[in-house]
Nanobody
């Protein structure tokens, strides 16, 4: 399984951005796709996840109400719509495939990440 993120860039505080994660290979229906982020000097943290089969989602409290994760099964692509962005959202965002969960250890396959910069 390979996952490739895209859509990162520079955005102003309060702005929006949509990340995409294209998955390829043997994507099992029991898989979930998760988004994590890592800011400089900080641990990689959970952002959101969605199950491939029925689309169950879960969000970190810090992004709940602002970020939306969705999927397109036909394209095996997952999206992360980010609204009302804050400077503290700036990080490298990683997409991952694996078991549904909020811990890094739930995910077996990781992308290389895409950087989000939020200007104040």
């Amino acid at each position: 399984v390979q996952v490739v993120e895209s859509g990162g860039g520079l955005v102003q505080t309060g702005g929006s951005l949509r990340l995409s994660c294209a998955a390829s290979g043997r994507i099992f229906s029991g898989y979930a796709m998760g988004w994590f982020r890592q800011a400089p000097g900080k641990e990689r943290e959970f952002v959101a996840t969605i199950s491939w089969s029925i689309g169950v989602t879960r969000y970190a409290d810090s992004v709940k109400g602002r970020f939306t994760i969705s999927k397109d099964n036909a394209k095996t692509t997952v999206y992360l719509q980010m609204n009302s962005l804050k400077p503290e959202d700036a990080a490298v965002y990683y997409c991952a495939a694996g078991r549904y969960g909020v811990g890094k250890s739930s995910y077996d396959y990781w992308g290389l990440g895409t950087r989000i910069t939020v200007s104040s």
